[in-house]
């Protein structure tokens, strides 16, 4: 049974190894950057390796990160198993920060308050046009 992370500071630079939807999917969670979020609590923008999320876009339709994800500390909370170490930040998750902080600050986007599984299974219904 895996314990999920005791309730502590997370930071930037650091890469947690995660539960995912089944046993062959073991993700892992780099931490880039954490916003203060205006109504309290802090918002993790998250790049997530290591999963295999169906993408009919994709040549081999598998993706195998998510470039940027906002979570919420719970979610942390909930996914992590371990901490594997620190690395530096991985400037990929940019270029989906900057779209999603516009849209947020409009109003129009939020975190996921989920657990990972449960967000890598609504992005890949997204990807693939199925309900959520």
Known sequence: MNTPAPTQDFAVGQLWRCTGRSLLETPTLLINRIDEHPLGGQI???TVYGVRVRNPRLPGGIMDRLMHVPVTREVLEQSTI???GTRAIDPIYLQGYREWKQAFDAGRAG???VPLGAILEFVERGLNGQPH
């Open 44 to 46: 993790f923008h998250a």
């Open 111 to 113: 975190s996921f308050g």
């Open 82 to 84: 371990a901490l594997e």
